[in-house]
């Protein structure tokens, strides 16, 4: 089972605070079945360490071998970030060398980037395709799930926090998670995990998912 958004490299944003941290939420990881992880650390202007990024990376990529993970690297860019970028720089965020990046917006906002949509455009001439990460989590999206089928028509894909499923992240978050589970828009699920009791978390939401789709 491949996780495609984690936050398991160790010190370089709000996920795993060392690397024995790292080394359970891999433990983890392979006892609820994950077998690749896409390390998706945040790309965000205020403290992105891209160097810093690179050598744990590197430094966990071997450990996780010995576990028998296969881990990759990729960014979960956040919007205000993305805007800073020249299109030069656009593959250089995607995730684990493909051409699709891992895109968030602001947790804490009512309302979405103005003309956003303009920018995905951009992206997608250049050839990005575009991943929203997390949409249940956002308090626009809360407020009008229509804003999801925008997004689906605009060739964007959307990656659920299967976590969200069973508990709630933030306001209106699991009732959000369902509602868009049940509409069947979803095209990957992920653990968003932080913490090694994430991973167990989203052992169960899988189980949860499996249950549903019998």
């Not at 690397?19 to 433990?27: D, H």
């Not at 997004?151 to 959307?158: H, N, Q, T, V």
């Not at 509602?179 to 169960?204: M, P, Q, V, W």
Request: glycine share 4%; with cysteine.
């Amino acid at each position: 089972m491949v996780d495609m958004h984690s936050h398991i490299l160790f010190g370089v944003d709000d996920g795993a605070r060392d690397l024995s941290e790292s080394r359970r939420m891999l433990a983890a990881a392979r006892s609820v079945g994950v077998d690749k992880i896409i390390a998706t650390p945040h790309a965000r202007s205020d403290s992105f360490n891209r160097q810093l990024v690179n050598e744990r990376y590197f430094e966990l990529k071997e450990i996780a071998e010995e576990k028998g993970i296969v881990l990759r690297l990729g960014f979960e860019v956040h919007w205000n970030f993305l805007l800073s970028l020249a299109e030069s720089e656009y593959l250089d965020f995607c995730l684990a060398n493909t051409r699709q990046m891992l895109l968030e917006f602001s947790l804490s906002v009512n309302e979405l980037p103005q003309n956003h949509d303009q920018m995905i455009y951009r992206l997608q001439r250049a050839g990005i395709k575009i991943i929203i990460a997390h949409p249940e989590r956002y308090r626009f999206v809360q407020k009008d799930c229509s804003i999801v089928e925008r997004w689906l028509d605009m060739g964007c894909r959307l990656q659920l926090d299967a976590i969200c499923l069973l508990k709630a992240r933030g306001p209106k978050c699991k009732t959000t998670a369902r509602k868009l589970f049940n509409a069947e828009i979803y095209h990957y699920a992920a653990s968003d995990a932080h913490c090694a009791e994430d991973y167990e978390a989203f052992g169960r939401a899988c189980e949860w998912i499996s249950k549903q789709e019998k």
